[in-house]
Every structure is written in C-alpha cells, then in structure tokens.
C-alpha cells in the first residue's frame, strides 16, 4: 500500500523542491491518505489589513524546515499516518458565499473518507464552510479555538460573513456543541464590555488571556480537556492568539499575548482528543518579516498533525 511521507532531506535539500507542505507529495486523491493539508487561499473575510490569500503558500515555503519526529509528544509522525498536500480548495476572491460553497464542497469529501483535514488559511472566515464541512459528516462538533477574539459578533459593516462572525453562525448552523466548546485568549481593546458576554451567552466557556494567565498552562489544559470531555474536537487556530512580537504578520495583532512556546505547550495539552479537522488561520506573509508568522503556524500545523499522529499510536497499542 502506497504510504505518503515528506521527502528525505538528507537525500535532497530542505530548499529545494516545488513547496509542498512539509516537503510531502501534492495528491489530488484520498486513497490510502490518513490527514490532508489543505490550503484555503481566501482573505475577502478581513475586516482591517488584508493579506491571508497568501498565508498557505507563506506557510509551505517555511515548513520544509519541519522535521518528521516531534520529541516533546514523542511521536515520529510518518510511522502512523500517510500524509499528503491536498493543494487548495477553491475560492472566487471577493465572493465569500460563493467561496463558502466552494471551500464546503471541496473539505466534505476529505471528511467523507475518513481522512483528517489540517486547513490552512486564509483569514478566519473560512472556519464556517470548515464546520458546515465536518459538522455534515461527524455532527455536530465540539471547538478548541485559540485566538485574541471570540468571532462571534453579529455582523460587520451590516454583513452577516466576515473573519469576525464565523462562531456565531456556527452556533446558529447547529455546527457546535457550545456546551462543549471553549475559546481561549481573548483580550486586546473591544467594541463593547458585553462582547465576551455575549459569547458566553451563545454557551462557549471563555478565557481571557489574563485568567489564563492567572490560572498558569496545566490548569488551563485541564479546563479545556474537561470542556471538550470525549467529543469529537475542532481544533481552530487564528495566529493573533500569540503576541505579535511572535507573529506580527497578521491581520488584527493584539499586544500582550502569548511566546510561541506557550502555543505550543497549550496545543499539546489537548493530546489524546479526538481531532476530526483543524486549522490554522490569519497568516499574512507581506506583514511577516522574515517568516516569523508563517514559521509560527507552520510548527502549530505540525503539532496538530503530531496529535492525529498521537492519536494512532495509542490505538495502536
Ligand atoms: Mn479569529
Ligand atoms: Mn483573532
């Protein structure tokens, strides 16, 4: 059986090739694939920088640094998954209803076979047609969301799809369990007192960035794997959730967040979840110097993939 893995970078070196996340084989075809990376080149969603259409093809060209054992999980990936790169979904810039058809239609039958979807995006509205996606195949869907913003307004400029509303139509889709749902991060300066309240009224739990920071990392994996107990989990990662002077190529930086290192050790916290898709969204390469942002996503990308890869290992035993 055909079994998909990176390129070997002591055959080859890691900067050459044509980009491919990872250095993995670009297949347009599920069979025999365990998680595929798929690139959702859409930013039509942005309410202030613009950018995000570039932030797949920003994180492949960094990722071929990524390696094939991760230490701090302790699993070498390739010994339980075939991976491949999807390529993109397809998007019609400008047209986000029409962009969330296509990007429903093209994630759907990844989910349909069995196969775990590791998005990249793309500005953070592409996380709707994501869920109505996985939601159609798995049901209703439990959500780890990291960010700096809920995502959860009503609407923006009076439009009902933006980066900032996606959450809400979830829950109005029946997309979520909020019950079992937990958004981790926010801060920053905000429209209204109530935003955060609102959210929680739509039946997420919220973590400000500074209760996490009260709380410290354990206590908090602890609250999010409580919340998630054994539901099929969405993993959504907007790259604001880390401080900008990790990530500052993004759309809507917020200022007083997260090392990268903390990221990391939070995403490894939800080891042992059943992970059924993931993203990571909000990268935008011309606001990125030298990478930062997309090296960032990139390493979370390989950490969500680390989990599935997890996930395997423990069934296999
Ligand atoms: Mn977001
Ligand atoms: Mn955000």
Known sequence: MTRYEPADSFETPRFSDVRTFMRLPNVR????ADVAIVGAPFDTGATFRAGARFGPEGIRAISHLL????????????DYLSV?????????????????RRIEEGLRPIHEAGVVPIVLGGDHSIALPELRAAASVHGPLALVQFDSHPDTWDSYFGKKHTHGTPFRRAVEEDLLVPERSIQVGMRGSIYDENDWEDARRLGFDLLSTDEVRELGIPKTI???RERVGDSKVYVSFDVDFVDPAYAPGTGTPEIGGFTSREAQELVRGLAGAEIVGCDVVEVYPAYDPAQITALLAANIAHELLSLVALARKAAAS
């Open 67 to 78: 390696r094939r054992h991760n230490p701090s999980l302790g699993v070498t990936i390739f």
């Open 222 to 224: 602890e609250r999010i």
């Open 29 to 32: 075809g599920l069979d025999n």
């Open 84 to 100: 491949i790169d999807y390529g993109d979904v397809p998007v019609v810039p400008g047209y986000i209803e029409e962009s969330y």
